[in-house]
Antibody
Framework: QITLKESGPTLVKPTQTLTLTCTFSGFSLSDFGAGVGWVRRPPGKALEWLAL???????QYSPSLKSRLTVTKDSSNSHVVLTMTNMDPADTATYYC????????????WGQGILVTVSS | VLTQSPGTLSLSPGEDATLSCRAS???????LSWYQQKPGQAPKLLIF???????GIPDRFSGSGSGRGSGTAFTLTIHRVEPEDFAVYFCQQYGGSPLYTFGQGSKLEI
């Protein structure tokens, strides 16, 4: 059974750096074709893709946010960390991590999400 | 850009729902997915590869595209909508720049 769960702060101040951790089980990021992506949804708005880390250590970022984002994997192969710098109230959203398992690019499994509010 | 229509669809249980997703560029049908999201829940994969139901998805959900290979017009159909189907639906494409793009969503309401 594949599970993912996001953890991190639910409130950050403007200009601060957000660090979110995705803890997953049921698959390995060493599996061919596997990936863990980050997606967010601001209140009342659409889903927005942020970043993806692949099984082959390739990392991809949304061009509009690339300068602010970093995604890393830990050596235990069960955590992926997303870092977003210079947070702004417009970054208030529910942040999800999700599992990509094949070449379709679809996210077959999702974490429950974590609502992050940016406010002073 | 993926443009979904209608923005909101009001139906009664038992009716059929047709949701559209139009791309501003050719999309490989193998890389077109549909998700359902209910309030307070994570998105749930319904359809991948334009027409393949994800495991556990009822067969009243079906996806179609503008043909084999690549296209710009994709449809999600829900046959005889049930009360638990009222939610927001997103289409998503993979590939290109940005790597992933979501449509703005279509809300299916009672």
């Amino acid at each position: 059974q594949i599970t993912l769960k996001e953890s991190g702060p639910t409130l950050v101040k403007p200009t601060q750096t957000l660090t979110l951790t995705c803890t997953f089980s049921g698959f390995s990021l060493s599996d061919f074709g596997a990936g863990v992506g980050w997606v967010r949804r601001p209140p009342g708005k659409a889903l927005e893709w942020l970043a993806l880390t692949y099984w082959d250590d390739d990392d991809q970022y949304s061009p509009s946010l690339k300068s602010r984002l970093t995604v890393t994997k830990d050596s235990s192969n069960s955590h992926v960390v997303l870092t977003m710098t210079n947070m702004d109230p417009a970054d208030t959203a529910t942040y999800y991590c999700a599992h990509r398992q094949d070449g379709s690019g679809s996210f077959h499994h999702w974490g429950q999400g974590i609502l992050v509010t940016v406010s002073s | 850009v993926l443009t979904q229509s209608p923005g909101t669809l009001s139906l009664s249980p038992g009716e059929d729902a047709t949701l559209s997703c139009r791309a501003s560029h050719l999309v490989n049908s193998e890389h077109l997915s549909w998700y359902q999201q209910k309030p307070g829940q994570a998105p749930k994969l319904l359809i991948f590869g334009a027409s393949n139901r994800a495991p556990g998805i009822p067969d009243r959900f079906s996806g179609s595209g503008s043909g084999r290979g690549s296209g710009t017009a994709f449809t999600l159909t829900i046959h005889r909508v049930e009360p638990e189907d009222f939610a927001v639906y997103f289409c998503q494409q993979y590939g290109g720049s940005p790597l992933y793009t979501f449509g703005q969503g279509s809300k299916l309401e009672i």
